[in-house]
């Protein structure tokens, strides 16, 4: 029987170092990238979700990176379908692929399958988002917290979105999200490894302030004023767009909410180490090291 293909994830805290790793390993194996950033899949919004540089996207052939308009809804099931699609016409022609992104739900999709959830009333989510008006944010996160706190610790509570979905599947259902989430993974047709980047938390967090520097010096500001009409969509409900948006409407200053931005960042930071130390299978290197080292451990590993 042949050998299975090899997909590569990439992982890691933002701001780690992710882009340049996956090049250096297309480079290396001839291949192609997979976007699996959730950030990164819509147009218009460069500077405030890194996007790689023209430099780096003619380095190596990306896919998944601002294909989708800000008004659409791309789920991360569609992005599993279309992922999968992609890398069966991949794997004709590679033996190996790069899939790279801090996203971790995307990636556990591709690589695992999806979870199953029940379909829910629209009522149920329609008295969320009436309750969201209301009262705000918080009492909702105050309740996903005490029902579901093991999801509660790893998502992005600062998403309204992720909260109501949360709760929408409590309330119908009696129980929490997180008992939904899959057990068992997927049968795919390839093998994966994961090679993960990390740091001491001091160097995480400064490299993330550089970091937001860099993007108000290259035009977030004016990047976010340019999306505010349509600050209500759920593709700008992330770090870097919400607090400008509280700028623009007067509940922040420019300066709070550029310590906001950083503060933001640096918990979501958090959630993702939260989340790749839960997978087992990932082989850690050090942000610093030589790029060459982590090419022959794969080769090594796989007998490429």
Known sequence: MSKKPLLICVVGATAIGKTRLSIALATAFNTEIISADSRQFYASMNVGTAVPSSQELAAAPHHFIQHKSIFDTYTVADFEKEALAKLQMLFVQKDTVVLVGGSGLYIDAVVNGLDHFPDIDKQIRETLNTQLDKDGLLILQQELK????????????????????????????????????????????????????????????????????IMLENGLVEEAKELLTHSNLNALQTVGYRELFQYFNGTLTLEKAVEEIKKNTRRFAKRQGTWFRKNQNIHWFDHDCDHKKIIEFIKEKNAL
């Not at 057990?183 to 047709?189: E, G, I, M, Q, V």
């Open 146 to 213: 005490k029902v579901d706190p093991m999801y509660f610790k790893t998502m992005d509570t600062k998403n309204p979105r992720r909260v109501i979905r949360a709760l929408e599947i409590y309330r119908a259902t009696g129980k929490p999200y997180s008992s939904f989430l899959k057990a068992k993974a997927a049968n795919r047709n390839f093998e994966t490894l994961y090679i993960g980047l990390t740091a001491e938390r001091s160097i995480v967090y400064q490299r993330i302030n550089k970091r937001v520097d």
